[in-house]
Every structure is written in structure tokens, then in C-alpha cells.
């Protein structure tokens, strides 16, 4: 009680008693030198938070190198929706038609993203023109210009067999806004025309059929 006093002089008893509630969290053999202050403690604390900061900060740089080693020799930008194990997310499903293109969204988790803010207004699962789906996403290919990044469709061919011209002409078209990956319906990769985008894209979301890529 009187080294209890000499600590607390207020109340020796309220003192004693978080002692003991202390000694008995803390197991009743323990001795005075196997306790630390709390201010260590918290210092301890604070420099695990940082660490673990870091190894994230870390892991997010990694997945965005990687990202930008997919172009190859670094002749094309890294893509603008990269998820957390370091793939690209697709914007658009696109299918080119003979009349035009039927587009749709590809990656319903980014319903949120603040990209859409930057898409016009165009009919989803219509076939629209070429010329109505680039106006409507000018602005978005402009500003990932800026970011020095590109947003990916996934492009599905549905042209008449005779009419593959018209299909490279929207391949060139679409291409003006995004980078392309193309999808066949063999499981053999198939090499298309010239595209501006990577040859090595690992896409986040495997499309049905089996896709094949530039």
C-alpha cells in the first residue's frame, strides 16, 4: 500500500488493483523486466503499420512494372484498369458487324469507376455506328492519352466471310480509341493485322470461347 501511495497518492487501492489485473493478463510468473512501457509498445506498433504500407505500396509498384513490361520493348502505354493481381480489365465488349459495331460494358466490377464519367451516351447490345461509339468515347481516349495509359476492348468479328474488309476498316476505326484484344473461336492464337496495342496481354477475364490474342 505505501509503494501503491508513493505511485497513486489519489488511490493507492484503484492502483493495486489494475496491477493485479494486469499481472493476471499478463500470467502470474512474469517479472517486471519482461514488461515494456506502452510508449515502446506503441512505437512497435506504428513501425509495423509502416512496414505493412510499405510491402503494399510496394506490391502495387510491382503489379504496375509488370504491367508496363507487357508492351515488349516499351513501344506501347501500360493499360488504365489494372486489377490487383496485375491484369488488365477490358472496357468495352465490342463486335464488329457489317453495318457497324454492337458494344457492350466488359467489366461489370468497375460499374463505379469514374472513367464512365468521360463515355457519352451510346446504345448498349445495339448495333450503332463506328462513328457514334468513337464520339462517345473521345474524351476518354483523350484523357488516358494524357495518363499515358489505354483502356482495352475485347473485339469479336461477326462481318460476312466476304466482307473482311469492312472488318479491318473497323479494326483501324475502334483502334483509334483503345488498345484491341482480339478473340477467335480457336484455341490456336491467330495472327490478325497490325494492331497498336501489346502482343502479350494477360487478360483479367478469360472470354468464352476460347480467346486468342494479336
Known amino acids: 500500500m505505501q509503494r501503491a501511495a508513493e505511485i497513486d497518492p489519489n488511490d493507492p487501492p484503484a492502483l493495486l488493483k489494475r496491477a493485479l489485473e494486469v499481472l493476471n493478463r499478463l500470467g502470474p510468473a512474469t517479472q ?6 506502452l510508449s515502446q509498445m506503441a512505437s512497435e506498433a506504428e513501425l509495423n503499420q509502416k512496414v505493412a504500407s510499405l510491402e503494399t505500396n510496394n506490391d502495387r509498384l510491382r503489379r ?5 513490361m507487357i508492351s515488349g520493348k516499351g513501344l506501347s502505354f501500360p493499360s488504365c484498369w489494372i486489377n490487383s493481381a496485375g491484369q488488365t480489365e477490358f472496357l468495352f ?3 464488329f458487324m457489317d453495318a457497324g459495331v454492337r458494344v457492350n460494358d466488359a467489366t461489370t466490377s468497375r460499374a ?3 472513367a464512365w464519367a468521360m463515355v457519352g451516351s451510346f ?14 468515347t473521345s474524351k476518354l481516349a483523350t484523357w488516358s492519352r494524357e495518363q499515358k495509359c489505354r483502356f482495352y476492348t475485347r473485339n469479336h468479328d461477326a462481318t460476312g466471310v466476304t466482307n473482311k474488309d469492312r472488318y479491318k476498316y473497323l479494326q483501324r476505326q475502334v483502334e483509334q480509341n483503345f488498345y484491341p484484344f482480339y ?3 480457336t484455341a490456336v ?3 490478325m493485322p497490325k494492331s497498336s496495342g501489346p502482343t502479350n496481354l494477360s487478360p483479367a477475364q478469360s472470354p468464352a470461347p476460347e480467346p486468342a490474342q494479336q
Open 189 to 191: 492464337p491467330k495472327r
Open 32 to 37: 517486471p523486466d519482461q514488461v515494456r512501457p
Open 93 to 95: 465488349d465490342v463486335t
Open 123 to 136: 446504345a448498349r447490345g445495339s448495333e450503332i455506328t463506328e462513328r457514334t461509339f468513337l464520339a462517345a
Open 64 to 68: 504496375e512494372r509488370d504491367n508496363l
Open 112 to 114: 463505379q469507376d469514374s
Open 183 to 185: 478473340v477467335t473461336t
